[in-house]
């Protein structure tokens, strides 16, 4: 039980990270990012060439991985949503799936198809044994405890950033309406660039600690995790930044419990049919502000 | 008809209200009695009371915020009421959706223009007579002659209805490129397709100038008497106000602060403190 | 009068436009036919007649929940997997019962798959058709997947006694001998005995564009589109919003459904994985790629999106990034404002001028 | 002139084949109130959209004190010292009604903020009452005032203000008026844009009067006041 | 005629090259070609399809790159025979499969490797049986890919040969007496060796206690498996299942301090050469399967040593399996021809070529050493016939059990 949720936490903090990067960008650029998920992947590449390859020591690794997704973001958003600005959402989520087709089959020819076994770059932190004399220790690995401990603190400092900064709340208005932010004197464009740039800054930490934790990478190692983020995201009400850290843990957490109480084989629908039941009673998700449509 | 709305002579109803004298052989349209509403600790409407005779014009008035466009989605169940009774041509509305309460009788526009965008206007006053046009799906996909038949009486219809404010010519335009005057005509037409008995207007003239607003005023006036429904009204604009509602509420902090003929509102001390102000500019 | 005139003309915009869908269809297959006669329909393109006929019904059918509706569906594969393997199931139960005609087994399987996929329509519908915007997305995509995962887990025989179903294992069907195993898990329907034509499917799109464009040409029609549009305001004008939102996304399930079967009886195996989020997206990008609503060029976008990763073969390794830089290069171009601007001004060289406003 | 502040010379805008603005030409100087009335339709938000960098113009030169602002993004502009009230308000629904006023000032030092803020919470009490409802649930009127106060939020060189009178009850109307007679003693220059033309003309040092996306009349606010075809047309019988 | 219009029949339609068959139609070919020197002669188009491209392109991508370096030494070995081959992407889709397959028969291809995976190679075979062209998949294990479809050969074990051939090693060495089983669910592959598997070891009284699955959305963390398997004490878990979760349930079950004995199936082989793999995972392991890329025989050094320089990386088993296709094909037309006076492909149909192949493939005088297994045979429904190898690894390397 102790066993199953403590994996099930697991699971949800790496949800977790990844869904933070997912709501940042649709809260303020207003688009389902599904190309995040692979931005994540490429983070996993780049920290494992500048480790394994380059001989980087860790920081400088995640470092480096971190800045190529800052840059990997910045110039997809350029090349690729910003000629669609005011296009329809629709218009620029399948262009989001072009830009996720294109990085998947990038890193096929870079890397080849064959996996990758991610080193743990996270293990400075040792692992914790809970009850080590006992038959059953349980182990809370040095990803967890780090991928969680990243997730917080992220949490902390994106819902610092938005609410309470000037640029997090210029951010919060060029969501809404860029005509009016421009009206400010908000660069409007410089807005959703930083905003690529912290989603994509904040995909490359995911990616690291998603291969810390599960250590095989391969050019589609991002696509599902990325699925199932932004679902934890809409569990958790999306736009909402603590709304995915809850989701993503939630999410986790169902997860293991429906495969280790229900069926291995019908987890899946268990997860999706959970989540349906959830926006049924919460049509916002968890933390999801209902939208006050005045009239 | 009068045309001075202060000639109106009033006679009470059972209820909480007054109606006008040529209306008392009819139900009112609409009653409302204790009416309230709280948005978390504000209470935004609180014992609200009306009653509108079946042709009156009335009027709805006070400082802004002071909860007269929570009195229209009350009264259209846009919000469920918190306490209070709205009676529709008879009908307690209690537990009716807008849906509903359109289809008993009660149409309006909106403050913020609410029009279908991407459709023309024609096609938005036919969302209007949606519920008087007589097929049914099976109909239009197989397009047997009822649906052309049927479709063609709404295209007469949405004309003439367009013709009140001289806008068939317009009929083709998609309605997000007209200009914010038109707009606020047309959703006029729309609510008035849907055919009512009551029509709430919220503040039709904003954006309108002295001119534009005049003509309305007699369009409002128009619409009555040919289509012999009520009318209940929001507005700023003092000549159109006083210009044409028989009988007037003013509103403040979401309660009643004082009812009666134009003449009695303009000259009452509590209105002109808190809403009129000093009357310099007419 | 002159008005009436005017708009009478534009009714018959509309029409005009149904006929133009019509049209395409009906010259994409003689041509093809006739090409096929002469020998010079080479089998890459001949293997995705079927196909593409099954997309573009896809992409019609989801046109009307996206852009008629105005609803974002991510699980719209979800639908062609219960007529695929509905209308799979059936036509094998047929084929076992001494029914060998594959017309009447396609046809058969259509309907069912069709109401099948429109009883899902339904149960979906009620939670999802209370949601908005990304809310409603993500449940249909839950929904894709459960419809998946379940079809994971299902088998399915025929024998003498009638159909055998199990949610464990083969062995669980309780079959006598002489039975045939229809649906195999995750192994999905092997030993389809395939029923599907071209004509058929070309039937298939002409139905639903008839349907489709009907629907939308009606008061029905307009009153989804008044949801679309302002969904409060519409509420006030009397539409009762459950219901008609009920009515496109239950028709555009029918129809995905009887796609379904046509898709699935034209190979001779189908997995549940086929009909996952990748499908679903897919089908999207017809949709958005077409124009959002429009009709013809779902149909387009549909025909040519699926011979696109075709054509790109000789590129080899690189065809996959090819086809990403296409699909990327080409929204941003349909969505270009100074292109679409263009293309606007040159539709108006053909197009009498009319409808306009400012112009006296 | 040299001395215009603002001056549009020739100027088209199209939306995509429409016609909206067919070659209007006139300026603003400096420490001016300069009206621009007009119908429904007539182009008076278009124009002001156009100055604001938020609409591009086909042809035609827009310059503020001598600069040009033609393909300008519209957030430089803002920082050149202009400011926009635009038509429906446009206030941040999803702000508080704080943050939308700090969002004003977004182009001044963190520092002058809160006096400005006290300035606007002294000429529109319930904004102060309401300072943390988000914008979205506020009344039409508690908007308009928003969006007014917002835009004084940035103490602009030049003020344009798109129907800043619109839906406010008539003891707010006169208010607005005097926070426009305010602004102008105090030395901002203003570009109005009213439906109440009469308020408008009897403020205005000069006005210009569209008529579908042409300027067909122009004079001092009293010259315009009395002119028999204003008269007739803008404000009423 | 084609096989699949007679479902249900367990026999081929078409018992295939009885010796009769083999001269009829060795003469009338022998004749076309007019040579009579037993030499293979010509250009042979060979197509491939497989996943190069989406989540299963790492096996069709080994084996395109073991096919080559076969094509490579075929074609510098027989001057005057070449063989022309086509590789083609399907995504691991039955659709996109059948596309490819059909630009192949625009080409005009005359045998086909493939496909790859299971699912498409069902689609596929049934088209290319109606269409009478010649299939050799190296890697599609499942039954379906053969069942009445004469024209379709297995160069890998069948799913149901390597499910009950597992138990039997299992049972036969007594390696555990509590098994738990953990494959994936909406695989065909693994489910169709999990099935067999478990009615084997009900055969042989091996106690299953635990089956447990996942899906591809759900396969990164495996706690919830591994410990129910822990819980019901089993002391072997069986793993019929590709190597990249495979290499997941190893070090998760290390750090949870889990050791049974792993047993893996040929899906396993390429655990070893994960760029980064900590090895000592997998210490122990065992896996059935027919190559070991370590292995020292002369075939193997070739086919490894050129991989490794043209690829930089060691091949796993469908690159073997690709390499030994080639191979076969090759072996068996050189059969035809030394036993038939001679054989041009230039030119020659697809559906002559087939009834070769199957002529050959099907001769009991016909077997083939490759690296995937020596003496390789065919029985008339299309299985291969070789020996299992059972290897355990041991410090980082393959050691034959
Ligand atoms: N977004 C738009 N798309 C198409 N046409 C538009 C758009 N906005 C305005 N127009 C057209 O441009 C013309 C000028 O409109 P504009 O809004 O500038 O008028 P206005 O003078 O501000 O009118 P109002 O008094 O109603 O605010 C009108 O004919 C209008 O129909
Ligand atoms: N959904 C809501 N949540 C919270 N407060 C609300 C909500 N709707 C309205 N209010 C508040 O209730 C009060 C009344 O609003 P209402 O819109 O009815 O005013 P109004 O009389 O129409 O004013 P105006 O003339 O400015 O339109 C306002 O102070 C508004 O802020
Ligand atoms: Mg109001
Ligand atoms: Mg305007």
Redesign the interface.
Known sequence: MLNYLISGISLGSVYAIIALGYTMVYGIAKMLNFAHGDIIMVGGYAAFCAGTYLGWPVPLAILFSMMICTILGIVIEKLAYKPLRNATSLAVLITAIGVSYLLQNLALLIWTSNPKAFPNMVNFIPSIVLGKNSDNPITISSATIVTIAASIIIMVALTLFTGKTKMGKAMRAVSEDKGAAQLMGINVNATISVTFAIGSGLAAIAGVLLCSAYPTLMPTTGSMPGIKAFTAAVLGGIGSIPGAMLGGILLGILEKFAQAYISTQLSDAIVFAALIVVLLVKPTGLLGKKMTEKV | MSSNPNDTKYVAVPGPGMIPERDKDKRPVLEASHLGID?GGLTAVDEFNIAIGATEIGGL??????????VF?LL?K?YQPTRGVIMLDGKDTHGM???QA??AGI??T???I???????V???V???L??S?G?H?PS????LPR?WRE?KK??ERA?ELLDIFDM??????RSS??????QRRLEIV??LA?GPKILLLD?PA?????????ELMNNIRKIRDTFNIAVLLIE?D??LVMGICENIIVLNFGKIIAKGNPKTIQNDPKVIE????????E | MGNKIKILGKTNKNSLMGFINYGIIILFFVVITIVKQAGALTNALSGQLIPICAYIVMALSLNLVVGISGELSLGHAGFMSVGAFSGVIVSGAMNYGGVTNGAIRLIVAMIVGAILAGIAGVVIGIPVLRLRGDYLAIVTLAFGEIIKNVLNCLYVGVDKAGLHFSVTDEAHMDMSAEGVTLVRGPMGAVGVVKASTFLAGIILILLTLFVIQNLVNSRTGRAIMAIRDNRIAAEATGINVTKYKMIAFVTSAVIAGSAGALYGLNFSTIVPKKFDFNTSILILVFVVLGGIGNLTGSIIAAALLTVLPEIFRPFQDYRMLVYAIVLILVMIATNNERLRAFWKRIGHIFRKKGGELNEQ | MSDSLLKVEDLNVYYGSIHAIKGISFEVNEGEIVTLIGANGAGKSTSLNTIAGLLKPRTGKITFCGKNLVGVHAHRIIREGMALCPEGRRVFLQLSVKENLEMGAYTRPDSEIADSLDMVYGLFPRLKERYKQVAGTLSGGEQQMLAMGRALMSKPRLMMLDEPSMGLAPILVDQIFDIIKNLHAAGTTILLVEQNARKALGVADRAYVLETGRIVNSGTGAELLNDDSVKRAYLGG | TSGNDTAGTENKPEPAATTETTTDAGTETADAATEGDGVLTGTLKVGMIGPLTGGAALYGNAVDNGVKIAVDEINAEAGSFQMDYNPQDDEHDAEKSVNAYNQLKDWGVQAIIGTVTTTPCIAVSAEANSDRIFMLTPSASAADVTANKDQTYQLCFSDPNQGSASAQYISENSLATKVAIIYKNDDAYSTGIYQTFKTKAAELGLDVVSETTFMDGSDTDFTVQLTAAKDAGADLVFLPMYYTPASLILSQANAMGYAPTFFGVDGMDGILGIEGFDTSLAEGVILLTPFAADATDDLTVNFVSKFEAAYGETPIQFAADGYDCAKVIYAALKFYAENNGGLNVDGMSASDLCDILIQVLSNPAFSVDGVTGEQMQWSANGEVNKAPKGMVIQNGVYVGL
């Not at chain 2, 008035?61 to 929570?70: E, Q, S, V």
């Not at chain 2, 239009?140 to 397009?143: C, E, F, G, S, T």
């Not at chain 2, 904003?206 to 005049?214: D, Q, V, W």
């Open positions: 948005f008035i006070g400082p802004n915020g002071a909860g007269k466009t929570t989605n259209t846009v959706n807008t849906t359109n289809q149409a309006r909106f403050q913020n609410r029009l279908f965008d991407k459709l023309t024609e096609e938005n036919k969302i209007g949606h519920s046009i097929y799906l239009a996909v197989l397009r649906y479709e709404a295209h004309l068939a010519d317009m009929a083709d335009v490129s007209l200009p914010y005057g038109a729309r609510a849907t503040e904003a954006g309108m100038n002295p001119s534009e607003t005049e700023h003092m000549n808190a809403y009129l102000g000093s009357q310099d500019g």
